[in-house]
């Protein structure tokens, strides 16, 4: 079955529509293969995804009671089953990997948030990942933490792919780039194939709205409303900016002819969490050739019912989008430092869902041993 009607729209933009969610339940319904044949490209994954997928249902228990059987603990057992389910995902997208010639058709699993701000165990950890689901279309996650640019450019350099998180701010975002670029010389000086390393930029949008609305409430004039739900998308148009500066650069166009691909804008935290604003909000004004938009299902299915027309709403806005964040700064919010304490509370979330996550598995992994004693 062809894409059609607003995701179709989307595609023929240069939009590629990527699933942001993961579970068993889906792999093993084939609710997966579903959705790419209504025109998903992509899946990503995170910490509090998989915690959601493994505490609702029954999907992993038999799992479960093989790891248990074999002594594994709880880090092996959440290894094996995160890494499981994303091969099985990667198989399922592979078709599109090959379609596309390795631009799409990618899964992401993203390396333990304990480590977010340890440079050298976020290397280990994304090594171990990649060697283990063992498919060329599979991007490993590391956060754009201060302590994550180093480690971006490193495993980078070893030829694997890679999805750059919680990226909030423009500063950030460069630092994202140079570590990018840093991570495809150090590979093709090490004699890589660049052309299978692949990568994309996760900014996040919704969280920034978020953040900032409350603050413009607080300030109670008709300036501050008249802002509100316009800073994320303003940030995120700015970002797309920025891409543009350094996929122009002299840099990179020496990479792009040795093979490269560059690394896309992909905005992540596409929902809509006010009611108050068009649930496709987030989709229809990002519409830009050359970008990902990861989306939650429920985003997903109101995008497939009444997405927009599909038009280009990134091109030409620059200064437009300056002069709102300047007008924010004017009212006496500072960006950079929404931008920062988003950055924190990412991490601490994810870290939060981690240990939700390793709760739950010790907890499956408890219930399956007991099991098998009162069966002997």
């Known amino acids: 079955m062809a894409p059609s009607g607003p995701l179709a729209r989307l595609t023929d933009a240069g939009v590629a529509v990527w699933l942001d969610d993961l579970s068993r339940e889906r792999l093993r319904t084939g609710n997966l293969a579903d959705l790419v044949e209504r025109g998903v490209v ?72 304990r480590l977010a701000h340890d440079t050298a165990a976020t290397v280990e950890s994304a090594k171990a990942l990649w060697s283990t689901v063992g498919r060329p279309n599979v991007f490993i996650k590391i956060p ?4 994550g640019l180093p480690a971006i450019t490193a495993v980078l350099a070893e030829g694997i792919s890679v999805n750059v998180t919680l990226i909030f701010s423009l500063e950030r975002y460069r630092g994202v780039l140079d570590a990018f670029v840093a991570g495809l010389e150090a590979a093709r000086d090490a004699g890589h194939d660049l052309a299978p390393i692949g990568s994309v930029a996760s900014f996040f949008v919704s969280r920034v709205d978020t953040a900032i609305d409350p603050r ?15 800073a994320a998308i303003a940030n995120a148009r700015l970002a797309y900016g920025v891409y543009e500066e350094v996929v122009a650069s002299e840099r990179w166009q020496a990479l792009a002819a040795a093979g490269a691909h560059v690394q896309r804008p992909l905005w992540a935290s596409t929902g809509v969490k006010d009611p108050a604003y068009p649930d496709t909000l987030y989709v229809d004004e990002l519409v830009v050739a050359g970008v990902v938009n990861t989306m939650p299902e429920k985003t997903l299915d109101a995008v ?23 007008r924010l ?25 981690w240990g939700e996550l390793l709760a739950k598995v010790d907890e499956g992994l408890r219930g399956a041993a007991d099991g098998a004693a009162g069966d002997r």
């Open 42 to 113: 992509g899946v990503t994954t995170n910490p509090t995804i998989f915690a959601t997928a493994i505490a609702a249902g029954d999907a992993y228990d038999e799992q479960l009671r093989e790891l248990a059987a074999q002594g594994a603990d709880v880090d092996a057992a959440v290894f094996a089953i995160t890494t499981d389910d994303v091969r099985e995902a990667a198989d399922v997208l592979r078709p599109v990997y090959d379609r596309t010639d390795g631009v799409d058709g990618r899964v992401s699993i993203e390396v333990d948030p």
């Open 144 to 147: 754009a933490t201060v302590e």
């Open 216 to 230: 413009l409430d607080e300030l109670g004039t008709p300036e501050a409303a008249a802002l509100r739900g316009r």
């Open 304 to 326: 497939a019912d009444h997405g927009g027309d599909g038009h280009d709403t990134v091109t030409g806005t620059q200064d437009e989008s300056a002069a709102l964040l300047d």
């Open 329 to 353: 700064v004017a009212l006496g919010i500072d960006v950079d430092d929404v931008a920062s304490h988003l950055e924190a509370e990412g991490v601490e979330k994810f870290e939060k869902s």
